[in-house]
């Protein structure tokens, strides 16, 4: 079964940074899209920011100018670079993938707790 494995997450104080990476089980997947997702206590989750095979970026405005996503395509990775971090970036983060085939992947989810 092909998985999505998270790391980085924690906690951090306002103004600082954190990395996150999801890998995928098997680099042999087709994935259109790789992105991350994130779910704050009592709201809905939202994208964070979401890239493409070929490269294109989405960024919640929330996000713009301090978190950047890449990814790599031969290994089937994505990392989020979360910079200036506030507490209300404070939420569960889970990496997510959308295969060509039409299949849609979640990670376990991380933590990422940013205090005041």
């Known amino acids: 079964q092909v998985q999505l494995v998270e790391s980085g997450g924690g906690l951090v104080q306002a103004g600082g940074s954190l990395r996150l990476s999801c890998a995928a089980s098997?680099?042999?997947?087709?994935?259109?899209?790789m992105g991350w997702y994130r779910q704050a206590p009592g709201k809905q989750r939202e994208l964070v920011a979401a890239?493409?095979?070929?490269?294109?970026?989405n960024y919640a405005d929330s996000v713009k100018g301090r978190f950047i996503i890449s990814r790599d395509n031969d290994q089937n990775t994505v990392n989020l670079q979360m910079n200036s971090l506030e507490p209300e970036d404070t939420a569960v983060y889970y990496c997510?993938?959308?295969?060509?085939?039409?299949?849609?992947?979640w990670g376990q989810g991380t933590q990422v707790t940013v205090s005041s």
């Open positions: 997510n993938a959308r295969l060509y085939i039409g299949s849609t992947l």
């Open positions: 890239i493409s095979s070929g490269g294109s970026t």
């Open positions: 098997r680099t042999t997947l087709s994935i259109f899209t």
